[in-house]
């Protein structure tokens, strides 16, 4: 059964700091993982997919990575800014699974101006 | 292109009522996941369905919950005799194939 786990749960930063949120999973049977962001009282909106095959994704000032030998995945955020605030999430599918994403609880992010 | 649609975005139950949640894909979407987020929790998945077909419900309670695609209109999630432990944001996705799944809003479901 795949779980995954986010830390930290909450992390503070002033703006124009680079941060790293973690994402750790369970079971590397994964067919892809995938970051959102979730804004308070809103849907998820997709940042980055990041294939099995593949090691890493950009978009602008994100990049995510994907470890599946050691169960990790990382996002990086570079150059904060207080529009970054928000809930991140990363998820997992698992290969040969039904596409179903498992969800880590997030990562609650706040940029200070 | 529209993105998902849900609606109502708000719902308010008191028990024993039933609620239904509709989800409108992204045009040219053929599957629909539905999950739901507790209060202080992740998101679970619930189920996955494709044009009239459930692929998968293992997250899906057994009793009072059931979900439809049909092959006109919205997908549905329906919730019989609603209980307080239903409150939750219900969240619908869709995706073209095995790829990145689009998320509407969310329907907030508030049981009285």
């Known amino acids: 059964k795949q779980e995954v786990t986010q830390i930290p749960a909450a992390l503070s930063v002033p703006e124009g700091e680079n941060l790293v949120l973690n994402c750790s999973f369970t079971?590397?049977?994964?067919?892809?993982l995938q970051w959102f962001r979730q804004d308070p009282g809103k849907g998820l909106t997709s940042l980055l997919l990041i294939q099995s095959s593949q090691r890493e994704q950009t978009s602008g000032r994100l990049n995510a990575s994907l470890d599946k030998s050691s169960g990790r995945s990382t996002l990086y955020i570079a150059a904060s800014q207080p529009g970054d605030s928000a809930t991140y999430l990363c998820?997992?599918?698992?290969?040969?699974?039904?596409?179903?994403?498992?969800f880590g609880k997030g990562t609650k992010l706040t940029v200070n101006p | 292109n529209a993105g998902v649609m849900q609606n109502p975005r708000h719902l308010v139950r008191r028990r024993g009522q039933e609620a239904r949640l509709r989800c409108s894909p992204m045009?040219?979407?053929?599957?629909v996941y539905w999950y739901r987020q507790l209060p202080e929790e992740g998101l679970k998945f619930m189920v996955y369905?494709?044009?009239?077909?459930?692929?998968?419900e293992s997250g899906m309670p057994k009793e009072r919950f059931s979900a439809e695609f049909p092959k006109e209109g919205p997908s549905i999630l329906r919730i019989q005799q609603v209980v307080r432990g239903d409150s939750a944001a219900y969240f619908c996705a869709s995706s073209p194939r095995q790829e990145t799944q689009y998320f509407g809003p969310g329907t907030r479901l508030l049981v009285l």
């Open positions: 998820a997992a599918t698992r290969r040969g699974g039904s596409e179903k994403l498992v």
């Open positions: 079971d590397s049977a994964i067919y892809n």
């Open positions: 045009k040219g979407h053929s599957h």
């Open positions: 369905l494709q044009k009239e077909n459930i692929i998968d």
